[in-house]
């Protein structure tokens, strides 16, 4: 157990429909980040937060959205959705985000039917 | 892209040694080298990382070569519930500076088999 959650384990929608992601970081931790896996994919990395600040950008597409909350959680907004879009939502944390281990969660699948 | 190379798939018998290469060639001076591992669609899971030196902790070793070009995790007694794809990760900077991401490839599928 890495200390890091995520919610909800499996989510199911339809096309066009939005969801939010959340995630709880480890206690103590600032850092926030956001990846995607597609099947058979390695990790693409999406987004950064830092203390409620976006420190970082990947590959995030326009219709995907985070913010950090001042309790330091984090949401990943998913909007317009497309049969693409499928995949794992893995979130991690770190104590300060300046390059020490990142801890994941367990993740959160979406399918979208 | 990733900035290092792994073989695609290995096998090892159950208690024997498991060590997975990992190439990483264009590694700059200041680069930390981690291994994750994935089990089956979970979320990865840290095992240890390094810069220079050797490092051991309770999951594995870590061998880095003195040019820095290549390392090598061993896992010393593979257990079934070893089987997992390992990630090799050269640590990288974002276009925001300071700010740094972990670059994913593929990884090396580790089978181990009874």
């Known amino acids: 157990d890495s200390g890091v959650t995520q919610t909800p384990k499996h989510l199911i929608t339809a096309t066009g429909q939005r969801v939010t992601l959340r995630c709880s970081p480890r206690s103590g931790d600032l850092s926030v980040y956001w990846y995607q896996q597609s099947l058979d994919q390695g990790l693409q990395f999406l987004i950064q937060?830092?203390?409620?600040?976006?420190?970082a950008k990947g590959n995030i597409l326009e219709r995907f959205s985070a913010q950090q909350f001042p309790d330091l959680h984090s949401e990943l907004n998913l909007s317009s959705l497309e049969l693409g879009d499928s995949a794992l939502y893995f979130c991690a944390s770190s104590a300060t985000g300046r390059g020490e281990t990142q801890y994941f969660g367990p993740g959160t699948r979406l399918l979208v039917l | 892209d990733a900035k290092t190379t792994q073989p695609p798939s290995m096998d090892c018998a159950e208690g024997r040694a498991a060590n997975l290469p990992c190439n990483h060639s264009t590694i700059s001076g200041n680069e930390y080298v981690y291994w994750y591992r994935q089990i089956h669609s979970q979320g990865p899971q840290y095992i240890i990382h390094?810069?220079?030196?050797?490092e051991t902790n309770e999951m594995a070793s870590l061998i880095i070569t003195e040019d820095r070009k290549s390392s090598t995790l061993i896992l010393p007694h593979a257990t079934l519930r070893d089987t997992a794809v390992y990630y090799c990760?050269?640590?990288?900077?974002?276009?925001?500076?300071?700010?740094?991401?972990?670059?994913w490839g593929l990884g090396t599928s580790l089978a181990v088999n009874p």
């Open positions: 990760i050269v640590r990288a900077y974002t276009d925001a500076g300071n700010n740094r991401k972990l670059i």
């Open positions: 390094g810069l220079k030196n050797n």
């Open positions: 937060y830092y203390n409620g600040e976006e420190r």
